[in-house]
């Protein structure tokens, strides 16, 4: 399988002094509980940025997004209303890329972001939006994002809530900011994280091959699947470009024999690849390609995957590397 984050780990930063002092880069979480505490946070947030003259951008629902330019008055008109700096508005690899275009383009090179975590009303989408949080502190590593991210008891299931210590290396707790006891390097974290299956692998698989004699064997079976059980076709060629390429992976860096199951209930599409091998364990590929910028290169698959699918999960077995897509399909 191919590898997106890897290398050398270098300590991450610490922030300077004060919510408004420069930073190289940033990623802090507070818990709040109703709009007073929300703004209570969020707007020294957003007012050291502004008067610092950082590109300050809002990841936040509508409904957020309209209580605090309200509160902002006349300087909501320099504060960017963009969720696809976030899962709100794109897939981890988008939104992740998207900021680190962000940052690079700001005329004082810092970017400041507020997201209100929204990672959806399922387990699966819960799994990964916590898996793109702690993804994030590799991944934007070095790049000038100062982002606050706020967990509102309200909208969230106390285990989301729970994480956010663990995946962020800052807390900001009564307007103070220090550094979290029990934060977790993503690839200590990562690869501890619970896998539950999802409910839909319960029923009688649409497609099941063991040993797979060929690569264009199991491209086939899975194209056939998706052609007969995914109506919408903008979304069925998406999904079969991605796990193409995951299947390409299994053949070609994986060990045979592979193996291949899909379940779907109408609403729900689960895809399960699993080669042999026991050598893959980067919990953080496919957050961004594999080579860089530098496509031709290839190692492309996970990375697809992860734009291309709600969900992607990497399972270590005893029968070897299992690659788990999941995603919500979409009506015709």
């Avoid at 990672?119 to 990964?128: D, N, V």
């Avoid at 599409?269 to 910028?293: E, K, N, Q, R, Y």
Wanted: aromatic share 4%.
């Amino acid at each position: 399988m191919d590898r997106a984050v890897g290398g050398a780990r270098a300590p991450l930063p610490r922030p300077r002094s004060g919510v408004g002092s420069p930073v190289l880069s940033r990623h802090a979480a507070a818990v709040v509980r109703g709009d007073a505490d929300l703004l209570a946070v969020a707007l020294p947030f957003l007012d050291a940025g502004l008067r610092a003259g950082d590109v300050v951008a809002l990841a936040c629902p509508p409904d957020v997004v309209a209580l605090l330019c309200g509160e902002l008055g006349e300087r909501a008109g320099q504060v960017r209303d963009d969720p696809r700096l976030s899962l709100l508005g794109a897939r981890a690899p988008d939104a992740l890329a998207h900021a680190r275009q962000t940052a690079e383009q700001a005329g004082n090179g810092q970017l400041r972001v507020l997201s209100l975590v929204d990672f959806g009303p399922t387990p699966a989408g819960w799994r990964e939006g916590v898996r793109f949080e702690s993804a994030t502190n590799r991944v934007v590593q070095g790049t000038p994002v100062d982002c606050l991210c706020l967990y509102d008891r309200r909208r969230l299931p106390a285990a989301v809530v729970e994480t956010a210590a663990t995946t962020h290396p800052f807390l900001v707790v009564d307007g103070a900011w220090a550094p979290s006891p029990v934060y977790r390097d993503p690839a200590e974290y990562l690869p501890r994280l619970p896998w539950p299956r999802e409910p839909v692998e319960d029923t009688e698989p649409v497609l099941a091959l063991d040993d797979v004699p060929t690569l264009v064997a199991l491209r086939h079976g899975i194209g056939r699947v998706l052609a007969d059980r995914v109506p919408d076709r903008d979304q069925r060629e998406d999904l079969h470009l991605a796990a193409a390429e995951v299947a390409a992976n299994a053949f070609r860096h994986g060990v045979r024999p592979v193996s291949a199951r899909m379940w779907t209930d109408g609403d729900r599409l689960v895809c399960a690849i699993t080669d042999s091998g026991h050598s893959f364990g980067d919990p953080l590929a496919g957050f961004v390609p594999a080579h860089g910028a530098d496509l031709g290169r290839g190692g492309m698959g996970l990375w697809l995957a992860r734009k291309l699918w709600d969900s992607v999960d990497l399972l270590p077995g005893p029968d070897g590397l299992t690659v788990r897509l999941s995603t919500r399909l979409r009506r015709a």
